[in-house]
Nanobody, 123 residues
């Protein structure tokens, strides 16, 4: 019922900023999350935002650098990434939950996923 498409990835240098977008079609997801997966690594939680946009959680390594926001009128969620580091290099995925309204941190709590967008940070 929910289809997600990420965009905004690219190649940047360490210290640069990048904003990812996730556009939803069909029914808008409730809680929305961002995950990332580096080559040879497990997919990991980046951050999530609740339905109202007031509740937001982040993994410790991106706190103070990344900002998640959403515009429900546009059915879009954003991931603003500042002061990027080489360790941030990964495919970034947008995910939506059709059940939860508050931020969730586990992959199993999301039932809709985008195809991902590549973010590469050179140092």
């Amino acid at each position: 019922q929910v289809q997600l498409v990420e965009s905004g990835g690219g190649l940047v240098q360490a210290g640069d900023s990048l904003r990812l977008s996730c556009a939803a079609s069909g029914r808008t997801g409730k809680a929305m999350g961002w995950f990332r997966q580096a080559p040879g690594k497990e997919r990991e939680f980046v951050g999530a935002i609740g339905w109202s946009g007031r509740q937001i959680t982040y993994r410790d390594s991106v706190k103070g650098r990344f900002i998640i926001s959403r515009d429900n009128a546009k059915n879009t969620v954003y991931l603003q990434m500042n002061n990027l580091k080489a360790e941030d290099t990964a495919v970034y995925y947008c995910a939506a939950s059709g059940l939860y309204t508050s931020p969730r941190e586990n992959l199993s709590e999301y039932n809709y996923w985008g195809q991902g967008t590549q973010v590469t940070v050179s140092s």
